[in-house]
T-cell receptor, first 107, second 121 residues
Framework: GENVEQHPSTLSVQEGDSAVIKCTYS??????FPWYKQELGKRPQLIID?????GEKKDQRIAVTLNKTAKHFSLHITETQPEDSAVYFC??????FGKGTSLLVTP | EAQVTQNPRYLITVTGKKLTVTCSQN?????MSWYRQDPGLGLRQIYY???????DKGDVPEGYKVSRKEKRNFPLILESPSPNQTSLYFC????????????????????FGPGTRLTVL
């Protein structure tokens, strides 16, 4: 199956800074890349997704970029806030998940 | 309200005692799956189902069974639970497993249930 690598596993930033999480995948035919956010004790929820016919998608403070040639996609969070603290998962299709990044935003 | 429900939410049991975790969705989704979540290992897929009576193994199927007799329900069965199956389990459903036409902007979100925390002693 698809191999999804996610980095870093933990990330600590100060409030207001930006955070970037990167994922790589192995199957060049893959064309759907969602990102999920999981707050402590809760279920994962979709925050943004991108299809391979676009290189970037933005929704307020979050954005996702896709590099099909290099087979990687990244989540960018700008002007981070304490409520952004959570575990973030990348995925390929609705199937293969990365191992998650624990983001901590300190005031 | 569109949702995925799981029961029970918490379960403590003993080795070898058969148990079933139920999962139900009200969104008429064709695709359903089960994941287990363990610290440092992320979400690992146990089994998935593309439609009624169609199920297939995920990455970690050993020790689990599933069935899909109706579109809305996808129970997870542990015939003889063991301590290494202690974990947090999530059921999820989506329209089409993420494989919607590339030209559409239709999201194909996986909706997750609230989770079942299982402890096997």
């Amino acid at each position: 199956g698809e191999n999804v690598e996610q980095h870093p596993s933990t990330l600590s930033v100060q409030e207001g800074d930006s955070a970037v999480i990167k994922c790589t995948y192995s199957d060049s035919a893959s064309n759907y890349f969602p990102w999920y956010k999981q707050e402590l004790g809760k279920r994962p929820q979709l925050i943004i997704d991108i299809r391979s016919n676009v290189g970037e998608k933005k929704d307020q403070r979050i954005a996702v970029t896709l590099n099909k040639t290099a087979k990687h996609f990244s989540l960018h969070i700008t002007e981070t806030q304490p409520e952004d603290s959570a575990v973030y998962f990348c995925a390929v299709y609705a199937l293969n998940f990365g191992k998650g990044t624990s983001l901590l935003v300190t005031p | 309200e569109a949702q995925v429900t799981q029961n029970p939410r918490y379960l403590i049991t003993v080795t070898g005692k058969k148990l079933t975790v139920t999962c139900s969705q009200n969104m008429n989704h064709e695709y359903m799956s089960w994941y287990r979540q363990d610290p440092g290992l992320g979400l690992r897929q146990i089994y998935y189902s593309m439609n009624v009576e169609v199920t297939d193994k995920g990455d970690v199927p050993e020790g689990y069974k599933v069935s899909r007799k109706e579109k809305r329900n996808f129970p997870l069965i542990l015939e003889s639970p063991s301590p290494n199956q202690t974990s947090l389990y999530f059921c999820a459903s989506s329209l089409s497993r993420g494989r919607v036409a590339i030209g559409t902007n239709q999201p194909d979100e996986q909706f997750f249930g609230p989770g079942t925390r299982l402890t096997v002693l």
